[in-house]
């Protein structure tokens, strides 16, 4: 049972342009978020992350928000860069801290 | 060094082998993880060591043993694997569990094959 739902496989915004990437969670115990990027071949690498108690965290390029009502978290990259292209996986933990619990990952290509 | 180190890269298998995945960190993290990743789907976590001991087991087949022999160094000890075992296998870090601290960093992988 996917507790978290990447519901766009794939992505292609121009160059210079926001990349918008939605997830939705049906676990109200989550109370941490995290957005992990990953190119092939390689390992996930954090990106950003969000608490609960916040709705928005933002770290150069790159914004996260999230509508706790709504259980819907989004990362805002502006503007895109070609080298963004990557496959991005949102993540949540729940209040015992231990498992991520990852979503299918979006695909996202950053065309020039 | 902010890095999680894998070997092997690539490994290839049969089923009556017995081999072992490697993790190794040095960046003083006390929690370290194992994930399996097939492809075209998100990492599943497998195990959880806590300070070098074991806090979850995610009801992994037992010809998966994980040791953490210490803070530093994580294995998975592979044996009798099925084809249906092969897939990316990710080790990770993170401060420690809980909740604040869960930032985990990965390696690059172990691309496991059982033939």
């Known amino acids: 049972d996917q507790q978290v739902k990447q519901n766009s496989p794939s992505l292609s915004v121009q160059e210079g342009r926001i990349s918008i990437l939605n997830c939705d969670y049906t676990n109200s115990m989550f109370d941490y978020f995290l957005w992990y990027k990953k190119y092939p071949a390689e390992g996930p690498t954090f990106l950003i992350s969000i608490s609960s108690i916040k709705d928005k965290n933002e770290d150069g390029r790159f914004t996260v928000f999230l509508n706790k009502s709504a259980k819907h978290l989004s990362l805002h990259i502006v503007p895109s860069q070609p080298g963004d292209s990557a496959v991005y996986f949102c993540?949540?933990?729940?209040?015992?801290?231990?498992?991520?619990?990852f979503g299918k990952g979006t695909s996202l290509l950053v065309t020039p | 060094d902010t890095e999680v180190t894998q070997t092997p890269k690539h490994l290839v298998m049969g089923m009556t082998n017995k081999k072992s995945l490697k993790c190794e960190q040095h960046?003083?993290?006390?929690?370290m993880y194992w994930y399996k990743q097939k492809a075209k789907k998100p990492p599943e976590l497998m195990f959880v060591?806590?300070?070098?001991?074991?806090?979850i087991n995610e009801s992994v087949p037992s010809r998966f043993s994980p040791e953490c022999p210490n803070s530093s160094l994580l294995n998975l000890h592979l044996h009798a694997l099925q084809p249906e075992d092969s897939a990316l296998y990710l080790c990770a870090s993170s401060p420690t569990t809980g909740l604040l601290y869960n930032e985990q960093f990965f390696g690059p992988g172990t691309r496991l094959t059982v033939l």
């Open positions: 960046m003083g993290h006390r929690a």
């Open positions: 993540a949540a933990v729940n209040n015992s801290g231990y498992a991520l619990n």
């Open positions: 060591y806590s300070y070098e001991k074991l806090s």
